[in-house]
Every structure is written in C-alpha cells, then in structure tokens.
C-alpha cells in the first residue's frame, strides 16, 4: 500500500498501488479513492513544478473525471459498492491514467 510522504517514491515515478480485496469489504472502496486522491495529487505536483501545460492538465483530469464518473455511476447501481468486475475495470482505468500522467510529465 502506498502512503503519502514516503520517501521510497520518486517525483514523477508511477505509482502501483497492489491491495488484495478479499470479500466486500470498505477496504477496496478506499483504495479506489486513494489511487483518486494521489493521480489528482501527482496532476497538482506536475502544474507546480512546471512539468504539466495547460493543454496536458486539461486532458488529464478530463480523463480523471470520466473514471469519477464510471465509479460514481456504478456505485449508484450497486447499492453504493463495486461489484468485482467494477473494481477490475476502474483499476485498469486508473492505471492507464496514471500511465498518462507519468508520461505526460516526462514531456
């Protein structure tokens, strides 16, 4: 599990957040919006230390915001918890995104 603040982590590195979910637990809802909370925190990094322009930024959190928006609607339908294919797909999702954001900021 990843913590902010760890000094293992490199600026700019991606992040891999790897949490076996075992049952329905609100462990797995957590980590979802733990990978939310740090792909919008490495965006923030990238603006304020210049690696990110207004055009990346902008396409980066649109794509931020498409994968808020699949969670929020799948909750909806779920009972507000994710089924494991739901999990499986916004895991896949947040990993391309950060995937996107990684190489963005090489740029």
């Known amino acids: 599990m990843l913590f902010r603040g760890n ?4 600026a ?5 957040a790897q949490r076996v979910c075992i049952g329905a637990g609100s ?3 957590d980590l979802v919006e733990e990978r939310r909370e740090n792909q919008e925190d490495r ?4 603006i304020r230390s210049g690696k990110l322009n207004t055009a990346q930024t ?5 794509g931020e915001s498409a994968i808020n928006h699949e969670v929020h609607t799948d909750r909806s339908l779920n009972g507000g918890t994710l089924t494991e294919v739901d999990k499986q797909q916004v895991n896949h999702r947040q990993n391309r995104a950060s995937s996107k954001i990684y190489a963005a900021k090489q740029r």
């Open 58 to 62: 902008t396409r980066l959190e649109k």
């Open 27 to 29: 462990s797995c809802q």
């Open 12 to 16: 700019g590195a991606p992040i891999r």
């Open 43 to 46: 965006i923030d990094n990238g």
């Open 7 to 10: 000094p293992s982590l490199t």
